[in-house]
C-alpha cells in the first residue's frame, strides 16, 4: 500500500511539473519579450536624439564634407534595422536578439563618426 501511495505522489509530482513547466516558461520568454521590447524603445529614442545632433552638424557651415558623407549612410543603416525593430515591436512579433544587438551596434558606429567638439 505504501509503495502504491508513493508512487502516485510521483506521478501527481510528474504531472504536476508537466503542466506548470510551459507556463513557466512562457512566463519566462514573456519577460524577455518586454525586456527586448524597452530595449527596442530605448534605442529608438537614443536613435533619435543622435541623429538630430547628426542633422544639426550636417547644417554647420563649418561641417566636414568628409564626415557628413560618411554619417548619411551610417544613420540610415541604423534606422532601417531599428524601424523594423519597431514595427515588430509594436505589432508584438517576438525580438531576436541578436536582431537588437546588431542595431544598437549600426547605431553605436553612426555615433562614433559624430565629431566631439
Given at each position: 500500500?505504501?509503495m502504491k501511495?508513493?508512487?502516485?505522489?510521483?506521478?501527481?509530482?510528474?504531472?504536476m511539473a508537466a503542466?506548470?513547466?510551459?507556463?513557466?516558461?512562457?512566463?519566462?520568454?514573456?519577460?524577455?519579450?518586454?525586456?527586448?521590447?524597452?530595449?527596442?524603445?530605448?534605442?529608438?529614442?537614443?536613435?533619435?536624439?543622435?541623429?538630430?545632433?547628426?542633422?544639426?552638424?550636417?547644417?554647420?557651415?563649418?561641417?566636414?564634407?568628409?564626415?557628413?558623407?560618411?554619417?548619411?549612410?551610417?544613420?540610415?543603416?541604423?534606422?532601417?534595422?531599428?524601424?523594423?525593430?519597431?514595427?515588430?515591436?509594436?505589432?508584438?512579433?517576438?525580438?531576436?536578439?541578436?536582431?537588437?544587438?546588431?542595431?544598437?551596434?549600426?547605431?553605436?558606429?553612426?555615433?562614433?563618426?559624430?565629431?566631439?567638439?
Amino acid at each position: 500500500m505504501t509503495m502504491k501511495l508513493c508512487f502516485l505522489r510521483h506521478k501527481a509530482a510528474a504531472l504536476m511539473a508537466a503542466l506548470l513547466l510551459p507556463l513557466a516558461l512562457a512566463a519566462c520568454g514573456a519577460n524577455q519579450t518586454v525586456q527586448r521590447q524597452q530595449s527596442v524603445y530605448g534605442l529608438s529614442l537614443s536613435f533619435a536624439a543622435a541623429a538630430q545632433l547628426a542633422a544639426d552638424y550636417e547644417k554647420n557651415p563649418a561641417a566636414d564634407p568628409a564626415v557628413v558623407a560618411k554619417l548619411k549612410p551610417a544613420f540610415q543603416k541604423a534606422h532601417d534595422q531599428i524601424k523594423l525593430l519597431d514595427e515588430a515591436a509594436r505589432k508584438g512579433d517576438p525580438l531576436a536578439e541578436a536582431a537588437v544587438e546588431a542595431a544598437q551596434d549600426a547605431l553605436d558606429a553612426a555615433r562614433t563618426l559624430m565629431p566631439v567638439s
